[in-house]
């Protein structure tokens, strides 16, 4: 079936530091990648949504500065959490879905960013 | 706006004991359903999934899940439940533009 890998499962960076996660859909062509943001004991919390060749589309409140999104291919998308704050410690989880109308949802394992 | 409520946060059922996970949705048009699983420190996990046609929908794991429209609900439910099902539940509802909004989960923990 299809998997999305998702890129470091864990990482522990320093306060000002940038961190890029890789999401990458490994048997089917991802048009459309979401990122979300998950806190503990909470739901996740859509971020952004983007679209290969074009730029994210960022949802109310999120910072497109502070989180950089490229999807640059129809395989691969980073989201790149720049200058880090212990307060962007966080579980962030992507999803990519493929062409079609009704074509599913995966989802990667997420990643476990500790901002020091 | 369109929304994803679970009323409940935390329930405790005993092993072998039957599960019903609530969901109600707010949405304009007919929605696509869908629950997910969640072990401690992992992704998600699709149980099962609505878009049309039956609202009786089978997933994995023995969980099923009724589709309401007169009362916007879309329940989960299991007969049996088994340790390993000790998780957070997660109800989302997909949008006209494709993302997915989810409920704020409900944890489950199972009693010997």
């Known amino acids: 079936g299809a998997v999305v890998s998702q890129h470091p499962s864990w990482v522990i960076c320093k306060s000002g530091t940038s961190v890029k996660i890789e999401c990458r859909s490994l048997?089917?062509?991802?048009?459309?990648m979401f990122w979300y943001r998950q806190f503990p004991k909470q739901s996740l919390m859509l971020m952004a949504t983007?679209?290969?060749?074009?730029?994210?589309?960022?949802e109310q409140g999120v910072e497109k500065d502070k989180f950089l999104i490229n999807h640059a291919s129809l395989t691969l998308s980073t989201l790149t959490v720049t200058s880090a704050h212990p307060e962007d410690s966080s579980f962030y989880i992507c999803s990519a879905r493929g062409r079609g109308q009704h074509s599913p949802l995966h989802f990667g394992n997420g990643t476990r960013l500790t901002v020091t | 706006a369109q929304s994803v409520t679970q009323p409940d946060i935390h329930i405790t059922v005993s092993e072998g004991a039957s599960l019903e996970l609530r969901c109600n949705y707010s949405?304009?048009?007919?929605?696509?359903l869908f629950w997910y699983v969640q072990s401690p420190g992992q992704g998600l996990q699709l149980l099962l999934k609505?878009?049309?046609?039956?609202?009786l929908v089978q997933g994995i794991k023995g969980f099923e899940a009724e589709f309401k429209r007169s009362q916007s609900s879309f329940n989960l439910r299991k007969p049996s439940v088994h340790w390993s099902d000790a998780a957070e539940y997660f109800c989302a509802v997909e949008r006209r533009n494709n993302d997915m909004r989810f409920g704020a989960g409900t944890r489950l923990t199972v009693k010997p």
């Open positions: 609505y878009f049309s046609g039956d609202t």
């Open positions: 048997d089917f062509q991802a048009t459309t």
């Open positions: 949405y304009g048009a007919t929605p696509y």
């Open positions: 983007s679209n290969e060749g074009s730029k994210a589309t960022y």
